[in-house]
């Protein structure tokens, strides 16, 4: 794994033949990623040398990304909407930490009236505040010509409301539900924490489905299986003739904890009984494979079921 900082991004210009480099990114005349200029250490590592990217195939190396827009070459951090908030947010909460710190302390000015006082703190004279110190419910008597202005610091009417607005654009920003992001579940409920999380997996499915898979598990798939063929490690004589027989792969990801199973197992059997869906495919939203799991449960014993209490003893 490597950094997206190592692709060289400032590399772009154009090749012989209709041939370019975007960003890093070497293209074919017919648009085809053909390989990535890749620099040997970060551009902003410490004592580093200047050192030109090397010219690695495309072939080998997996390029993961969400793509936003037609034509997009390079990715965009999940973290890029944030940045910004998230980083005034933790300005918020160091300006208020400050806050409350300085209304816990003893803070106060002296005013001269008059420019003719003495120094009042100057802890020369027996039992003088320099001496006692100050106690909680203690009256001290100030020279001739002084006034005091006590300072207190304003603070933010509604804090907690707004810390939690705050917290709220962040999750939208990074598609998480709030609670996910907070760990507050105050106030949350089967139905608010159902509503919240069913879009957040949505988007997490898109992620694995049009992201992960054809990006990543599908080209390491290959990769292997060829590579365990070439080695005569698997056992494939017609690989040649039909190879997608063994580089097919169904991918099932795990399925995500339900706020309510028996609620969930209930509505799935009910669409299974209306025919609105059918047993693979509920199984397969379960994380398993159908065939794993049926060889599984012919495979266990039945359990026998507990026995009636004898009421007549």
């Not at 951090?77 to 980083?87: F, G, K, R």
């Not at 909680?136 to 009417?157: A, E, H, I, S």
């Not at 924490?193 to 992620?207: D, K």
Request: glycine fraction near 8%; hydrophobic fraction near 40%.
């Amino acid at each position: 794994m490597i950094p997206p900082e190592l692709v060289d991004e400032s590399l772009t210009r154009e090749l012989a033949e209709g041939a370019c480099i975007v960003q890093g990114v070497e293209f074919d005349p017919d648009g085809n990623r053909v390989a990535y200029h890749v620099l040997p250490s970060r551009p902003h590592d410490q004592f580093a040398n200047y050192a030109p990217p090397v010219r690695v195939p495309a072939d080998d190396i997996l390029h993961i990304m969400k793509p936003l827009a037609a034509g997009q070459v390079r990715g965009v951090s999940w973290l890029a909407p944030v940045i910004l908030p998230a980083s005034e947010f933790d300005q918020l909460c160091d300006a208020l930490l400050v806050g409350v710190k300085v209304a816990a302390m003893h803070s106060a000015f002296l005013v001269d009236m008059n420019g003719t006082a003495g120094e009042p703190y100057d802890g020369t004279e027996s039992g003088g505040i320099m001496e006692t110190g100050l106690e909680p419910g203690t009256m001290k008597r100030l020279p001739t010509g002084y006034d005091v202005k006590f300072n207190t610091p304003g603070q933010t009417q509604e804090i907690g409301a707004f810390l939690r607005l705050n917290l709220q654009q962040l999750a939208a920003g990074l598609g998480l539900p709030e609670h996910l992001l907070s760990g507050d579940l105050t106030g949350a409920n089967y139905s608010s924490l159902r509503a919240g999380l069913l879009p957040f997996r949505q988007r997490v499915e898109q992620v694995q489905y049009g992201t992960l898979v054809p990006q990543l598990l599908r080209p390491i798939w290959r990769r292997v299986v060829t590579f365990g063929v070439l080695s005569g490690e698997l056992a494939a004589p017609d690989f040649e003739s039909n190879p997608r027989a063994y580089l097919a792969a169904e991918w099932l990801p795990p399925k995500p904890m339900q706020v309510d199973p028996l609620k969930d197992v209930q509505a799935t059997v009910a669409e299974l009984e209306a025919g609105l869906t059918s047993r693979r495919k509920a199984v397969a939203e379960r994380g398993w494979a159908l065939e794993d799991l049926d060889s599984e449960i012919a495979a266990a014993p039945h359990t026998p079921k507990p026995k009636e209490p004898d009421n007549a003893a």
